[in-house]
């Protein structure tokens, strides 16, 4: 078995996840898929079970999330391990419920999977991001948000998660570190930000908790610096045709939004980028040569 998928996923449905289309995107590629599920309000169990019955590569996980676990969403991380402690694969390949592979991608991770299977010094695979913002023909192009992020584990080494983002290889018991990281050369699209305002506002009302936080003010897409939103003007994964809301143009931000002491930072920092042929952007891995 070489590369086994995993998630983790509560309230799927509720909250707009296109879970679904995240499993389905990466099927071809994977000889399993793991979801570790958490006790659910909707009808996501159901809509798991009905995909299962059609696509027996699909495992499901009853699990029950630790309610007292409210710091820096490490509950997520729980979630996380679970689900992979159950992968048998060489590899581990970890997507959130939001986050979707192209087609066109799949034959890409598949050849970085066999041509760093044996490599001990690649740890993890890493992806470039396009996070969607407002509708689907816009994504943010910012400092401030991370551009790529490894997705694939090797599954016969030492990790854990902090939360349900990234890794750390444990090294020795008391010394960690971020994994050693070759490109696949395939992207992953993040639909966490096209769900209706709805949704997002009644995400944070259900998960604030986890991060040790009261639900914030509500949500308001347009009120974003209008410098970060960038024109999407390329193909979306086909398992997303009937997901995505029909919108014309790019994302149109609040004109009189007043820009913060972060936006004013991050649009600085963007300049700088583009001038000198940087990345401020945070990186979860070490990223090797």
């Known amino acids: 078995m070489l590369i086994s998928g995993f998630t983790f996923l509560r309230n799927g449905a509720m909250l707009g996840y296109p879970f679904l289309q995240s499993i389905q995107s990466v099927l071809p590629i994977v000889d399993?898929?793991?979801?570790?599920?958490?006790?659910?309000?909707?009808?996501?169990?159901?809509?798991?079970?009905?995909?299962?019955?059609?696509?027996?590569?699909?495992?499901?996980?009853?699990?029950?999330?630790?309610?007292?676990?409210?710091?820096r969403g490490y509950v997520y991380g729980q979630q996380k391990m679970i689900a992979q402690f159950n992968c048998s694969g060489k590899w581990a390949f970890y997507l959130e419920a939001?986050?979707?592979?192209?087609?066109?991608?799949?034959?890409?991770?598949?050849?970085?999977?066999?041509?760093?299977?044996?490599?001990?010094?690649?740890?993890?695979?890493?992806?470039?991001?396009?996070?969607?913002?407002?509708?689907?023909?816009?994504?943010?192009?910012?400092p401030s948000w991370y551009r790529s992020e490894p997705r694939i584990i090797k599954n016969s080494i030492r990790t854990y998660a902090p939360d349900g983002l990234y890794w750390i290889v444990l090294k020795s018991k008391k010394v960690g570190r971020y994994p050693k990281a070759a490109h696949t050369g395939a992207k992953i699209y993040h639909y966490g930000w096209v769900r209706t305002e709805e949704q997002a506002n009644l995400k944070d009302e259900k998960i604030s908790k986890y991060w040790n936080n009261s639900a914030g003010d509500e949500l308001d897409y347009s009120k974003i610096d209008a410098y970060t939103l960038k024109e999407f003007k390329q193909s979306h994964p086909q398992v997303m045709n009937n997901f995505l809301i029909p919108a014309e143009g790019i994302f149109q931000a609040d004109p009189n939004y007043k820009l913060s002491s972060k936006d004013k930072k991050n649009r600085f920092r963007l300049k700088i980028e583009a001038k000198l042929n940087l990345d401020f952007s945070k990186r979860h891995y070490i990223k090797l040569k």
Do not use: R
């Open 32 to 71: 399993e898929f793991i979801i570790s599920l958490g006790g659910c309000e909707d009808d996501t169990l159901a809509q798991l079970e009905a995909l299962a019955e059609t696509e027996p590569k699909i495992k499901i996980i009853h699990t029950t999330w630790n309610e007292v676990m409210t710091t």
């Open 98 to 142: 939001d986050e979707v592979v192209h087609e066109e991608d799949l034959e890409k991770i598949k050849q970085a999977c066999i041509k760093y299977q044996d490599d001990d010094n690649v740890e993890a695979l890493v992806f470039d991001y396009l996070h969607f913002y407002g509708n689907k023909n816009t994504y943010l192009w910012s």
